[in-house]
């Protein structure tokens, strides 16, 4: 009887299986590709020089230096936006008039986050971490900004009459009825505005940095070592799976989705 | 009375403007207290002069044209790769299963990162441009389209088969309306990250465009040209947002009652 039932175990390692097919494929078609088209040699370096120089960054320790790096300062540039913005956002989303004069704004000032930042500071900061901690911080500030007043203005008038009618008065209207309406906005802006700050974080490397991913990167095309720049990219994007999934899926599995306010 | 013929939606545009005004107001005073000089912290004045410059010496309308081109043709070449990539995968559920995860590995790897070696592969210029911008809205329409179309509920499709669909009938009828509202999601997800990684491409790869205006007033120790380009750029995808995304979302997913708006809930 009992092999009739099915087991998730075995689900999983069907899953598993048909997960891989894809990136063999992709290694397969990398590794025939030099013997059915020709190019030159340094524009795709073979599967075994790629990770050749994977083993040998990993034994000098100079990628772990670079994404030591780049954590660092997305782990700085993101604690230092939320923890500005989320409190002013709060603040300003409490009076109704200020909400309604900073709206505009801030929407202007988000869509401009980020990226465009990096020139401006360059100038401010000089090259290097500053800058880049100053552009991470932006982009994140921002979004969080708006993020936490769309969360404070979602909720209902309702809830505010209720909570007043029955005798909140400020510090009690803030924390049992503002707080917790605005958190579940916040939580989820928190993976956006992590995905725009990812991506200004390389893009701040590779402009403005010293070291790091992204400058680690930009540096190897100066020298046509594109097995850096694939390197890079492969770590670049595991970093980012693994992100998604051990911090913000699991932040919003603990709260958001455990408070019944989103199903998964 | 005339204070009762405003509605409360003009009284918001209205305040927002004032809020824009007191912004820059604010921004002007600030100049003479910083005395940084215009090369560190340019004030409205100065950006108004370099605006006024870009634009009789046609350096705007140009960069703003190039830019245009890159974003459209980009976006669109992503979307309709991706949709009929989705498509193709989508439909089946052993290609699903197969493809996703590379699909989602792929899409981690941000457009910005595979700038260096596009680079290295077609040079700085157009080809890598267009080339990043199409990855980065190929990857959220694909992926969510894949999401889209596994969670239609198997009871409808059962339904629709039970009923005679042809293979066609349940596609058009059936998997794309319920697929549409995911993949109109990927679109504008896509379509902001592209509008990010033009300007960031063209800083590195271009020579003309509002990211290299934006870069190039930087490093030409003209600051008001790059805040002229800053702004330009929040203009132009507010622009885009309100004008092209906002309503495709409206005409599509609003009208078949899918997603229920903020507005709509009010």
Known sequence: ?264 | MSMAIITRGQARVVKGTLGIVLFIVAWQVSVPLVGLGPYFYPGPADVLRAFEDLLAKGILPTYLRDSAGRYAAGVLIGATLGVVAALLIGLNHTASRIFAPTISFMFAIVEVAWIPIFVIWFGYGYTTILIALSYVVFFPVLYNTLLGVRSVPPVYVNAARALGASRWQLLSNVILPCALPSMITGFRVGAGFAFRGLVFAEMVAAKTGIGFLIFEGAANQETARTIVGMIIMGLAWLFIDNVYLKPVERATVERWGLVITAQARE
């Open chain 1, 1 to 264: 009887m009992s092999a009739h039932v099915p087991s998730p175990g075995r689900a999983a390692v069907g899953n598993f299986l048909l997960a891989g097919i894809a990136p063999f494929l992709l290694l397969a078609l990398w590794f025939v590709l030099p013997h059915i088209v020709s190019y030159q040699a340094y524009k795709l370096p073979s599967i075994a020089t790629v990770a050749g120089r994977m083993v040998e960054a990993l034994a000098d320790g100079t990628l772990f230096a670079a994404i030591g790096a780049s954590l660092q300062r997305l782990a700085i540039g993101f604690t230092v936006g939320n923890l500005i913005a989320i409190p002013l956002g709060i603040a300003l989303a409490m009076n109704r008039h200020v909400a309604d004069l900073l709206r505009p704004l801030l929407t202007f000032l988000q869509s401009i986050a980020g990226i465009a930042w990096v020139p401006l500071a360059i100038i401010w900061f000089g090259l290097g971490d500053a800058a880049v901690v100053f552009i991470i911080a932006n982009t994140i500030f921002f979004a969080a900004i708006y993020n936490t007043v769309v969360g404070v203005e979602s909720i209902p008038n309702t809830l505010h009459r209720a909570v007043r009618s029955h005798g909140a008065r400020g510090w009690q209207v803030f924390a049992d009825l503002i707080l917790p309406g605005a958190l579940s906005q916040i939580i989820l802006g928190f993976r956006t505005s992590m995905a725009y700050g990812w991506r200004a974080l390389v893009a701040g490397e590779m402009i403005a940095g010293s070291s790091g991913l992204g400058y680690m990167t930009i540096e190897a095309v100066q020298w046509y070592q594109t097995e850096t720049i694939i390197m890079g990219m492969f770590v670049i994007g595991l970093l980012w799976l693994l992100m998604d999934r051990f911090i913000f899926t699991a932040l919003e599995r603990a709260t958001v989705v455990r408070w019944g306010l989103m199903q998964r």
